[in-house]
């Protein structure tokens, strides 16, 4: 069926689901026509930078402020009104409380209004999900890095139904990690692009010279049950004393190096484990996503270790938060005949 939206605009329908995001710091809002993305506006938070972190109560009170018109401002972009939605996805776990009751009353307001289905969407979920916006190709088997500012995992991406997770940190995520790391070294919250910036600057880091040669220690598990887990918290404590070892001139002179040492420690040790856990289970393809994914020199790295054919990557915009690979997990959910009402469960799992 084709839905006429202006004389030379329309849409062969699908399935129209509006994906809501609210789980932290970004306003987030989207409307998929079956897999493909109609329109995606997100609002960040820029509030949080001067606590250095999210504040929770400043979040939840600048998502109540933004959510009501972004939705009708992505209804209007694309020429739809609420009766036409098909389905409302939203992220109910995990995530901040008052955040995410923003977007689960928001969509039960809908829901009651117009009687459209509502399924709630676990974050993390949606994540793994946005590598199927726009890609109807992609064909499971493949290992999945998801590493965000709340989490860091490895998970085996077999189908739909089974995903199991492999490995994840023992302590900080590894965005995390860049955002602690970068507020030591002064940049505002979150500072990942920061210090991917700053890295980029470097001069001959790779090439050892020695005065510039700044190296961290990385975090491995000897235990085989650990064998895909994650720690960055000892690595950020390295930087701290690093740095207060070195001085304030030092670091203002050595900032990129500091950098590029930090970063590549970083992206080393999750591709380290990205590969180790395709090998141990026979599988090609690989697969990155969470706002870390965004990073280039990760992004980079993986191509040139698994080939960039076997490489599956969601658009930068597609990695950090967004309510479009929230709608693309209720479109899938929907397809599955899984959804369910939203429902706010504090574990971390998908
Ligand atoms: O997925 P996301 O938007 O939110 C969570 O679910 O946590 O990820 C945000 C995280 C932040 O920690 C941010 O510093 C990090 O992703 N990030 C990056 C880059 N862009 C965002 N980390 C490294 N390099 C980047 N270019
Ligand atoms: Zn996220």
Do not use: W
């Amino acid at each position: 069926m084709a839905k006429i939206i202006s004389a030379n605009v329309y849409y062969v329908l699908i399935m129209i689901t509006l994906g809501i995001e609210s789980s932290c710091d970004e306003t987030s809002v989207a409307i998929l026509n079956g897999g493909s993305v109609l329109v995606s506006l997100t609002h960040s938070q820029e509030e949080h930078a001067l606590y250095g972190g999210v504040v929770p109560e400043v979040a939840s009170r600048a998502h109540l402020e933004k959510i009501d018109g972004l939705v009708k401002r992505a209804l209007s972009e694309c020429g739809l009104a609420p009766n036409d939605l098909e389905l409302i996805a939203v992220t109910d776990s995990p995530g901040l409380a008052g955040a995410l009751l923003v977007g689960i009353s928001f969509a039960l307001g809908l829901h009651t209004a117009y009687g459209i289905p509502v399924t709630g969407v676990n974050h993390l979920e949606g994540h793994i999900c946005s590598l199927f916006i726009d890609r109807p190709n992609l064909t499971p088997p493949f290992i999945v890095l998801l590493a965000s500012g709340g989490h860091t995992a490895i998970y085996n991406y077999q189908s739909y139904n089974n995903c199991k997770l492999l490995g994840q940190t023992v302590d900080d995520a590894a965005g995390e990690a860049f955002d602690k790391v970068g507020k030591l070294l002064g940049f505002t919250y979150p500072a990942g692009r920061a210090i991917e910036e700053e890295a980029a600057k470097a001069v001959n880091h790779d090439q050892h010279q020695d005065h510039k040669k700044i190296t961290f220690p990385t975090a491995k598990f000897t235990s085989p049950e650990k064998s895909y887990c994650f720690s960055f918290s000892g690595l950020k404590t390295a930087v701290k004393n690093f740095i207060s070892a070195q001085g304030e001139k030092y670091i203002d002179t050595n900032r990129p190096e500091i950098c590029a040492a930090f970063q590549k420690n970083v992206v080393n040790t999750l591709v380290d484990n990205l590969e180790a856990a395709a090998k141990a289970h026979g599988v090609k393809t690989v697969a990155a996503a969470g706002g870390v994914a965004c990073n280039g020199y990760l992004r980079r790295e993986l191509e040139k270790r698994f080939g960039a054919d076997n490489v599956m990557l969601p658009a930068p915009r597609l990695c950090t938060d967004n309510g479009a690979m929230i709608a693309m997990a209720g479109y899938m959910m929907h397809n599955s005949g899984r959804t369910r009402f939203p429902k706010m469960d504090p574990g971390r799992g998908i």
